[in-house]
T-cell receptor, first 112, second 112 residues
Framework: GQQLNQSPQSMFIQEGEDVSMNCTSS?????WLWYKQDPGEGPVLLIA?????ELTSNGRLTAQFGITRKDSFLNISASIPSDVGIYFC????????????FGKGTMLLVSP | ETGVTQSPTHLIKTRGQQVTLRCSSQ?????VSWYQQALGQGPQFIFQ???????GRGNFPPRFSGLQFPNYSSELNVNALELDDSALYLC???????????FGQGTRLTVV
């Protein structure tokens, strides 16, 4: 099945550093979402973006919906050890009925 | 805590057997979607139910089937299990008018 192109595949950083990851698609999406998944758990929604060009923050997290509607990025500022996990982007054509298309994920490791 | 619960959490089955996985949706949610997440991959959409009817299906064979009940709980059934069916199976509940889907913790299925 289709998956979005998500990069980098993994990151190993020092606590306090900023992190940036992005997601691209060959198709247009009307909604972009970013999820975090901890081991043995389901994905948890971090940020949802609904308009092209939209920039949204949730605490230390900031995400943007690309102008072309084919990409999105997620920034994490001042990383802390509990940021460790796998981050997934997901695109959706329409709300509610429409399915989510996920990227392969970015594994983030944070060294104290 | 998303309010979406799945059972069982882990399961081991033999190739050729059948399996039923269960999901209890969050209160007030009327759509449920099922995803398959292979190791190291992002979740892949299997199908979605709304008002007890399937209203979207991903690239999965007919031996993957489901049900949604009047209380919005749901089942995923897989017949004639194959080794490649080993994965984390996630259900996500939401509403027809809202993008945001909430995932359960998943069922880890191992086919031997």
């Amino acid at each position: 099945g289709q998956q979005l192109n998500q990069s980098p595949q993994s990151m190993f950083i020092q606590e306090g550093e900023d992190v940036s990851m992005n997601c691209t698609s060959s198709s247009i999406f009307n909604t972009w979402l970013w999820y975090k998944q901890d081991p043995g758990e389901g994905p948890v929604l971090l940020i949802a973006l609904y308009k092209a060009g939209e920039l949204t923050s949730n605490g230390r997290l900031t995400a943007q919906f690309g102008i072309t509607r084919k990409d999105s990025f997620l920034n994490i500022s001042a990383s802390i050890p509990s940021d460790v996990g796998i981050y997934f982007c997901a695109g959706q054509l329409n709300s509610g009925y429409s399915t989510l298309t996920f990227g392969k994920g970015t594994m983030l490791l944070v060294s104290p | 805590e998303t309010g979406v619960t799945q059972s069982p959490t882990h399961l081991i089955k033999t190739r050729g057997q059948q399996v039923t996985l269960r999901c209890s949706s969050q209160s007030g949610h009327n759509t449920v979607s099922w995803y398959q997440q292979a190791l190291g991959q992002g979740p892949q959409f299997i199908f979605q139910y709304y008002r007890e009817e399937e209203n979207g299906r991903g690239n999965f064979p007919p031996r993957f089937s489901g049900l949604q009940f009047p209380n919005y709980s749901s089942e995923l059934n897989v017949n004639a299990l194959e080794l490649d069916d080993s994965a984390l199976y996630l259900c996500a509940s939401g509403t027809a008018t809202n993008t945001e889907a909430f995932f359960g913790q998943g069922t880890r299925l191992t086919v031997v």
